[in-house]
């Protein structure tokens, strides 16, 4: 079953501007990571933040973690039409777990030229 | 350095038959993951292979099974196919010993269609 609920479902936005994508869970996590599908094809690994994190930031891309309310955001910054593909986030849960990763349902991301 | 390698890329099979995919790990990683994609949905996982034994598995059923072999390859098996089982199976490697927890390597996955 899946963990996480995304939202947008569906986002489409012009070149330049920013691209926020939110990430909600239910139980508790060692961390939580983002990855990007383009196409239906294999996923790329974007940015990982652990639970004792609270934001965290690589090149164009910001993510917070609020493990009170179980959410995180993804913010891309400046979109480029390069971004256009479908991001998850992934929840590894935090007891018992060897490496299991739990995804949400994804966020489809259009950047237009 | 080559990432994580699946074959095929593309499988069509008849209800009812059994199929293998394999995946190569990323050089270096030792731990194996399998996950099922259903046509826009996420990825749900089914297994993870580590020092050749399953380690966690997924509510998948037992028509569900793998293997880990000593150069860490690894195969995904699926007996008596349903049209359900239709999806984009995806391999996901990891470094020694970090069981996930620097983030996965995913291949580009094996699109099984069941007719």
């Known amino acids: 079953s899946q963990q996480g609920e995304e939202d947008p479902q569906a986002l489409s936005i012009q070149e330049g501007e920013n691209a926020t994508m939110n990430c909600s869970y239910k139980?508790?996590?060692?961390?939580l990571q983002w990855y990007r599908q383009n196409s239906g094809r294999g996923l790329v690994h974007l940015i990982l933040?652990?639970?004792?994190?609270r934001e965290k930031h690589s090149g164009r891309l910001r993510v917070t973690l609020d493990t009170s309310k179980k959410s995180s955001s993804l913010l891309i910054t400046a979109s480029r039409a390069a971004d256009t593909a479908s991001y998850f986030c992934?929840?590894?849960?935090?007891?018992?777990?060897?490496?299991?990763?739990?995804f949400g349902q994804g966020t489809t991301l259009q950047v237009k030229p | 350095d080559a990432g994580v390698t699946q074959s095929p890329t593309h499988l069509i099979k008849t209800r009812g038959q059994q199929v293998t995919l394999r995946c190569s790990p990323k050089s270096g990683h030792d731990t194996v993951s399998w996950y099922q994609q259903a046509l826009g949905q996420g990825p749900q996982f089914i297994f993870q292979y580590y020092e050749e034994e399953e380690r966690q598995r997924g509510n998948f059923p037992d028509r569900f099974s793998g293997h880990q072999f000593p150069n860490y390859s690894s195969e995904l098996n699926v007996n008596a196919l349903l049209l359900g089982d239709s999806a984009l199976y995806l391999c996901?490697?990891?470094?020694?010993?970090?069981?996930?927890?620097?983030?996965?390597?995913f291949g580009s996955g094996t699109r099984l269609t069941v007719v």
């Open positions: 933040i652990r639970s004792n994190e």
């Open positions: 996901a490697s990891s470094s020694p010993g970090t069981g996930g927890a620097r983030g996965y390597t």
């Open positions: 992934a929840t590894a849960p935090g007891s018992g777990n060897t490496g299991k990763l739990i």
């Open positions: 139980t508790s996590i060692n961390n």
